[in-house]
Every structure is written in C-alpha cells, then in structure tokens.
C-alpha cells in the first residue's frame, strides 16, 4: 500500500484480487485506490470519510488477463493525481506503466487513458540462492519545480549468456505534465 495525504485528503493505493462478473476464471490482481476526507482528524472530533474509491483494473487481451500490481501514487499541489503500477500477462513481459486524473474529474472511474511507458525485455530468474526480489516498488513524485510528476518502476534485466548469465534489476524513470 501507498500514500499521501495533500490538502485535507488522503490518497491511497493497494493491489487486491479482482473477480468480475460473469468472468470467474479471470480472477487477477488489480490496482485500488481511495480518496479520503480527513475532516480534521483526529483533532476535528470527526471521522475521516472515503469520498471516492475505484480500481483501475487489468484488460483481457485477446482471451489474456492483465495483472497490475506494486502501485504507487502522489497528488500535485493542485490536487491532479498520478498512479504508477507494473503490468503483466501470458503474453509479455512486466512493464512500467501510468495513469492520471485531474482534480475536476468528479466521477471515480475516469482516468486518463493508461500509458505504457517501456516493457521489459526478459523475464526475472529465480537467483540460485531462492531470492527473487523483482518488483518491489514503484514511486511517484512531484518535481518541486514545475509540478510536473516523476515517475519511476522496476524491470528486469539480463546481462551476459548462457551458461554465466544472471538477472538483475534496474529502474526506468518518466516525467509527465498532467
């Protein structure tokens, strides 16, 4: 889970198992996120209340679900706000995706349309030792000058061949107005 709280709101962002109607055997992991009114709290004497929630959920491609997970999120000063998550399926690697709304936006399932920003171009092998730590975060920030946001994920990558080849890790970076 991920938040951050701007403006009297709170923000968050977790990954939970969708299972839509109608499409049981399409049970994935979709990306849920939560406006929520602090009303003050705790020194308002009021409870905080959940304004707006939705999930941004995985497509089915061609008969293939999508998976979303490890999402992040960050609201800039004028309350526009940004969610960053990794995608998968059967039928490519992870990738680094983003979605953004702005403040305006009163209705819980408008979002932007989805951008993909780059896909991995291997799979993440087991290290030999059983670890196998790929994925762990992403994060969304608000450059203090602009206000534009930077988002960034993890990917894997593969460097020399076989049989002394190993996987590791890296980052890709996106700046994006909104």
Known sequence: MNAVWRNGMLYTVSTGA????????ERRSVVF??????????LSGLDPVCEM?????????GGVPEWRFMPSINVDPQDNVAICYSQSSTSH????????????DTLPD????????????VTYDVLTDGR????DYSV????????????????????????????SWTTWWVN???
């Open 18 to 25: 969708s299972d839509p109607a109608g499409w049981p055997d």
């Open 33 to 42: 996120w939560r406006r929520i009114a602090t009303n003050g709290w705790p």
């Open 53 to 61: 929630d939705g999930q941004i959920d995985g497509d089915v491609v």
């Open 93 to 104: 690697f992870v990738q680094m995706c983003y979605v953004a709304r702005p403040a305006a």
């Open 110 to 121: 408008i979002w932007r349309t989805q951008v993909m920003v780059r896909e991995s171009a």
């Open 132 to 135: 196998c730590r790929w994925g």
């Open 140 to 167: 969304v920030a608000v450059d203090p000058v602009d206000g534009s946001f930077w988002a960034s994920n993890e990917r894997a990558k593969r460097y020399g061949v076989w049989p002394f080849r190993y996987t």
């Open 176 to 178: 994006f107005d909104y």
